[in-house]
């Protein structure tokens, strides 16, 4: 059987949340910064540590054992997504672009997709988990304080149940 994408091996579509933060830096520096897996260990505590390249993927070990990750090619539209395959085989696929906002910032989003057979508060924890990452990569590429010891503004806390906000919004979950 040909591999088909995550996307399109369920008959029902998985509901999603997405997340987002503004990098305070320009989009082509973002970009250039994310499609390094070599620079995940900065900010990614779920696959980070430990990335190593084999081959055509790069591997890690993760809560549950080796994990291959497979990255988008390089590209000039802002892609970054990467399909994670889990030590049981399990693909997930993990959309994610930057775009710019004006010449010095740009914005991240990352698409989380709920698992089958993923329960309420596991995702929630999962989403919980990402934006602490990506709140990581948002102050890890902020500017140092200026001469005058101002720093950059911090980052606003992540929402406390991003699941509880969309079902509270009407949103399916």
């Known amino acids: 059987m040909a591999h088909r994408p995550f996307w399109r091996r369920h008959v029902r579509p998985l509901p999603v949340l997405v997340l987002h933060v503004t990098l305070p830096v320009a989009a082509a520096q973002a970009y ?20 190593t390249q084999e081959g055509g993927a ?37 959309p994610m672009r930057v775009v710019a906002n004006g010449d010095a910032a740009s914005e991240l989003t990352f698409i989380l997709f709920r698992q089958p057979g993923m329960d309420d508060k596991k995702f929630a924890e999962d ?14 590429l902020s500017p140092p304080a ?19 906000r969309y079902r509270s919004a009407g949103l399916p979950v």
């Open 127 to 140: 989403a919980q988990w990402v934006m602490r990452d990506l709140q990581t990569l948002q102050r890890l």
């Open 146 to 164: 200026d001469s005058a010891g101002q720093a950059a503004a911090p980052a606003p806390d992540p929402p406390k149940s991003p699941v509880g």
């Open 58 to 94: 790069w591997v890690a070990e993760g809560e549950t054992g080796k994990v291959s990750i497979r990255f988008a090619e390089p590209n000039p539209y802002g892609v970054l997504d990467h399909e994670v395959t889990l030590p049981g085989g399990t693909r997930v696929a993990v």
């Open 32 to 51: 250039a910064f994310l499609a390094d897996p070599r620079n995940m260990a900065q900010w990614a505590s779920g696959l980070g540590q430990g990335l």
